[in-house]
């Protein structure tokens, strides 16, 4: 039974930069396919980027080509890199399983984390 803890949001300035963390416990994420994926206040939550256990990534529209998606399966870590933060990146982030392998779809689970809370400000 994995869990999921969310850590490195905060509040930063639009064009500014943060790195998410995504911490498994209770088992081993090596062979398994992860996702970062977002909620704003009053909006639906929608995917963000996938990583598969051997490192290929997808990304949403949104934020490919700012965004970077990463593991450590050494560390049973998943990394989320953002550069280039806009407002409309203000959400809470989690990280969960993909299963879909690289389907940027949400994953129907009723098994969430605390997620991590990503501000920019203008």
């Known amino acids: 039974q994995v869990q999921f803890v969310e850590s490195g949001g905060g509040l930063v300035q639009a064009g500014g930069s943060l790195r998410l963390s995504c911490a498994a416990s209770?088992?081993?994420?090596?062979?398994?396919?992860i996702g970062w994926y977002r909620q704003a206040p009053g909006k639906q939550r929608e995917p963000v980027a996938v990583?598969?256990?051997?490192?290929?990534?997808n990304y949403a529209d949104s934020v490919k080509g700012r965004f970077t998606i990463s593991r450590d399966s050494a560390k049973n870590m998943v990394y989320l890199q953002m550069n280039n933060l806009k407002l409309e990146d203000t959400a809470v982030y989690y990280c969960?399983?993909?299963?879909?392998?690289?389907?940027?779809?949400?994953?129907?689970?009723?098994?969430w984390g605390q997620g991590t809370q990503v501000t920019v400000s203008s």
């Open positions: 969960n399983f993909n299963f879909d392998g690289l389907k940027l779809v949400i994953p129907i689970t009723r098994f």
């Open positions: 209770g088992s081993t994420i090596r062979l398994s396919t």
């Open positions: 990583i598969l256990g051997s490192g290929t990534t």
